[in-house]
């Protein structure tokens, strides 16, 4: 029975269009989210219950539940007419005999356009005589058919008012952006709050921009599809590098006696840990291109779809989420962020320095290598050891496969080069000697290219600039004064030992206050003293083996560490996460805790190797969170990583060359 044009119909709203992606099976009580997504309402519901909020699956949008729960989302009314005309169309194309829809019993001859019925002789004639169905169009099935298959968009049936159902929509309100019947218009939709327009003619100004939206969307939806080629190609690159860079490695390895496969082996993990990393990204921006492409595909699918099956009241009943929905998609980024950082590897006969087979080398990226030790200020005659660590664009730590330079620029505007020395783990060491008083500028390159940050400016000042204070223990005096800070008001706090107590004063050396804790067992010694973001103090109390927080006028926060610290020396608060490090002499550790005093855990003990102390007393943490502690019988400075990992270190020399006990 179903002509030809039927046929491309059905085709054209395959069952997938109709099937909720939740359940796999055709809609039943579709209700659409503002993505233009539809589910079916249990599926929601049963997701919801499962998940405690309400995400799409589809492209993972958050919303929030309306009043009334999912019930309360906006039903696809025009999902809805689909289904119906797609079971209507699939049994006419199967041949199957039409009951009537009324009666339940007779052959069906007709079709009522609104009711979306088929009936009999004698249910039409009741339908034309009934005052609520009088009105109705009514139509035998051959000429619905025929009507079918040539101008199907006249058989769309009329809309009526759900507040006022004997009504049909004839008006847009353009103020609420809804259909609404004339009854609506003088009672909710009242002029002049409420501006109103034929329903037809604000249907079709909106098919004209929504037409011009879907080209968009489609130039969109091809820009997605190549980037999302570039992603699939970029991940092939990386791995093809990886598995090259690999056979270079065992190739250099075959060469070397078995005595040293434990070093291929460690080379090639590293090596693979490294992509790993980069692969992962690449596949997850695959899936993310995956995912946008596909938005991009369904959003301009339904459109389409909107537009060419559904009337002026679907059309419009969509029109917010609609518009809003394909501007989101349009405006959308689509192109992938993945770096496409190499790393080779390079072989070395110098074991000591390479390695046992050498070293693997990568692309940096230069917004996230990092410049430390930055001295505020550096007094003539003596020097500064800048370290720059070099970073690829994931902010890992790599050698780079160009060198580090760096050059001065000294207060008379020559240049000059500095040496910079390799440490082949990633960072490097640039001394800066301050030669003479000025502004030293720094400037650092890796490939010829400055890095993120520089030039690094370097005051360097004449000498002593002030001297604060005398001995004693009056107002302004001092007596054994072992550390100072400067707190959130530019104030210098001075950790006052034999006087016990700290002391602030103002930067050019006039007293304000005098802090003083009477009430521990033994006398209140202070060591060192740190001040935190919030501007509270946290004083090494030595004597009493203990760290005591204050405010700025000397009231007691708290104060712990008694049953850890066994000869607490030095204190430093870290400005990533305001945990609180304490080194330890006698102990021969660095121990953390939180700002309010929980005990995390410690770092270090006797011994004179690589990360090992023997008597570490002062403590330092850079903007970064490396950690720089004074290993003093040791005679060095050790630098560890924000989660406690050894870096490097260096001796203390005096400028005679003869090594010096370090303490802050």
């Not at 989420?321 to 959308?332: E, K, T, Y």
């Not at 003083?516 to 509270?536: E, H, R």
């Not at 996460?577 to 700002?595: A, L």
Request: hydrophobic share 30%.
């Amino acid at each position: 029975m179903a002509a030809a044009s039927d046929r491309k119909v059905l085709e054209e709203i395959g069952e997938d269009f109709l099937c909720c992606t939740i359940c796999l099976e055709q809609f039943k009580s579709p209700k659409i989210l503002p993505c233009l997504h539809t589910f079916c309402e249990q599926c929601l519901v049963t997701l919801v219950e499962k998940t405690g909020s309400l995400n799409c699956p589809e492209c993972r949008q958050k919303y929030q539940l309306p009043v009334g729960g999912v019930p309360g989302i906006k039903g696809n009314f025009f999902m809805a007419n689909l289904i119906e005309i797609f079971k209507q169309r699939l049994e006419s194309r199967q041949g199957a005999e039409l009951k009537c829809e009324g009666c339940q019993e007779n052959t069906a001859t007709h079709r009522c356009i609104e009711c979306k019925q088929y009936i009999c002789v004698s249910c039409a004639k009741v339908h034309r005589n009934l005052s609520l169905t009088r009105t109705h169009k009514l139509m035998t099935i051959e000429e619905f058919e025929t009507v079918q298959s040539t101008s199907p968009v006249t058989l769309r049936a009329v809309e009526y008012c759900s507040v006022h159902n004997q009504n049909e929509l004839k008006f847009y309100c353009e103020t609420c952006q809804v259909p609404v019947c004339s009854d609506c218009t003088i009672v909710k939709h009242r002029i002049p709050e409420h501006l109103h327009r034929d329903l037809k003619d604000a249907a079709d100004e909106y098919l004209t921009e929504l037409k011009a939206a879907v080209d968009k969307l489609k130039v969109k939806e091809q820009e997605a599809e190549k980037n999302k080629t570039l992603a699939k190609q970029i991940h092939s690159d990386l791995t093809e590098q990886c598995s090259r860079e690999e056979r270079k490695v065992r190739m250099k390895a075959e060469e070397i006696i078995e005595k040293i496969k434990r070093e291929e082996q460690r080379l090639i993990d590293e090596l693979k840990n490294n992509y790993k990393m980069k692969i992962k990204h690449a596949a997850v921006e695959i899936d993310e291109m995956e995912l946008k492409h596909g938005n991009i595909k369904s959003t301009c699918s339904y459109i389409e779809m909107l537009m060419h099956h559904g009337n002026a009241a679907q059309l419009l009943s969509t029109k917010g989420d609609a518009g809003n929905r394909m501007q989101q998609l349009i405006i959308s980024e689509s192109e992938p962020k993945i770096q496409h950082d190499e790393v080779v590897f390079t072989s070395g006969c110098d074991f000591k320095e390479h390695g046992i087979l050498g070293i693997l080398r990568s692309d940096i990226c230069k917004s996230k290598c990092t410049v430390d030790n930055i001295p505020k200020q550096l007094v003539k005659g003596d020097s500064a050891d800048l370290l720059v660590t070099t970073r690829d664009s994931m902010g890992n730590q790599v050698v780079p496969k160009q060198p580090v330079k760096a050059k001065v620029r000294k207060p008379d505007a020559s240049w000059e080069d500095i040496d910079v020395m390799d440490n082949k783990d990633g960072t490097h060491r640039v001394t800066v000697f301050g030669q003479v008083d000025g502004q030293y500028e720094v400037t650092m390159t890796v490939g010829d290219q400055p890095m993120t940050g520089c030039p690094v400016i370097i005051p360097v000042i004449k000498g002593l600039v002030k001297t604060i204070g005398s001995e004693g223990s009056d107002e302004g005096q001092y007596n054994v004064p072992q550390s100072v800070a400067i707190n959130k008001n530019g104030d210098i706090v001075t950790a006052d030992t034999d006087n016990n107590r700290l002391q602030i004063t103002t930067r050019d050396g006039t007293f304000k206050k005098i802090l003083k804790f009477p009430q521990f067992k033994m006398p209140f010694t202070p060591y060192d003293i740190a001040v935190c973001s919030d501007n509270a103090y946290y004083s090494l109390d030595n004597e009493n083996k203990q760290v005591v927080v204050s405010d700025e006028d000397g009231h007691i926060i708290t104060n712990f560490g008694q049953n850890e610290l066994t000869d607490p020396y030095g204190i430093a608060i870290s400005p990533l996460d305001s945990n609180v490090y304490v080194t330890d002499y006698n102990d021969d550790c660095v121990r953390i805790y939180t700002k309010h005093g929980k005990y995390l855990r410690s770092f270090g003990s006797n011994c004179e190797g690589q990360g090992k102390f023997d008597g570490p007393s002062g403590v330092v943490i850079g903007s970064t969170g490396m950690v720089f502690v004074a290993d003093r019988c040791n005679n060095r400075i050790q630098v560890f990583s924000a989660h406690d990992q050894y870096l490097y270190s260096f001796d203390c020399k005096s400028t005679a060359g003869e090594s010096v006990s370090p303490t802050e």
